[in-house]
């Protein structure tokens, strides 16, 4: 993990982090941020407690008579990723949430790529595999997988890079993004893959398939300061759009492991939070950065 202490974490911070790296990217530091935003926005929208998730997200739950209290807590932030058993193979999962005697109910894993998207092929072999190995094990799991791309412009102006240039452009097989804002032919192919992969109903389903996809592209052209999600790739309203994603998350979720289980309700049912709360009063509601999230208040 970064060597600060995990804050909350934004998504323009986290996808900063990511396309202007300032370490090796054969390490995972431009990815974790992701990681935190993903397990804090599962506390504020998802309301599942923070005890569950692991990486265990900044925030504390303070219980007064009448509701629950959000608190950001950077000491009660603990990093690392959960292994769990899979069908063929044990699997560390980036985001992960357990429920005591139940299990391991939600994940999302998280991947990153910055260039030479040629290489796309295997991330599809890959996340198929993932997929297949965890619901052998856990058929009711409800997997996420988020995969975020780094837009690289053909006709940016001065391109910013962690990788090396080709005479200061992007090399033909560096391009997200070609002149006349069409996607490349690689990330073309692989957004079709993952609306296949994406979109599991039922537990008797194929296994290959994930519950949610998410397909996010990075803006890149501008710099650090510009940065942030492409705005129009996917378009809105896409099946691998990331709020989309998440919203499916929380509604497969729910029909799994509370609907169709009320024996089990008290203990899966998730959390509603007070809107009085101060991390969401103080913070959340006062900073742009977090406004895709729609807090789980009552």
């Known amino acids: ?37 993903v397990a804090c926005r599962l506390v504020i929208e998802g309301g599942f407690h923070p005890d569950r998730i692991r990486p265990r997200p900044p925030i504390a739950v303070k219980r007064r008579r009448d509701g629950l209290l959000l608190h950001h807590d950077p000491a009660a932030a603990k990093s690392g990723e959960r292994t769990i058993l899979g069908g063929l193979k044990t699997k560390r999962l980036d985001v992960t949430v357990t429920i005591p005697t139940i299990g391991p109910v939600l994940a999302v894993s998280l991947k990153g790529t910055h260039n030479a998207f040629r290489n796309l092929t295997n991330r ?35 391109p ?36 296949r992969l994406s979109d599991r109903e039922d537990l008797r389903d194929h296994p290959s398939r994930y519950e949610a996809c998410g397909l996010t592209l990075v803006k890149s052209r501008g710099g650090p300061v510009e940065c942030g999600v492409y705005p129009e790739h996917p378009p809105p309203g896409s099946v691998l759009d990331y709020n989309r994603m998440f919203r499916r998350l929380y509604a497969i979720y729910d029909r799994r492991f509370v609907y169709n289980a009320p024996a089990l309700r008290s203990r899966t049912e998730r959390e509603i939070w007070d809107r009085e709360s101060p991390l969401l009063a103080d913070v959340i509601s ?13």
Request: with cysteine; charged share 20%; glycine share 8%.
């Open 1 to 37: 993990m970064p060597p600060e202490s995990p804050g909350l974490t934004s998504l323009k911070d986290a996808l900063t982090w990511f396309a202007f790296p300032d370490a090796s990217v054969q390490t995972s530091r431009h990815i974790l941020r992701l990681h935190w935003y």
């Open 124 to 158: 599809m072999e890959e996340a198929a595999g993932d997929c297949t190995n965890l619901h052998m094990a856990y058929p009711a799991l409800v997997y996420g997988f988020w995969h975020v791309l780094r837009a690289n412009e053909a006709d940016d102006p001065a």
């Open 160 to 195: 910013t890079a962690h990788f090396r240039l080709k005479d200061g452009c992007y090399d033909m097989h560096d391009l997200a993004i070609l002149g006349g804002g069409e996607l490349t032919e690689p990330i073309q192919r692989y957004h079709h893959a993952l609306e």
């Open 286 to 298: 006062r900073d742009v950065g977090f406004a895709e999230m729609e807090p789980r208040i009552g």
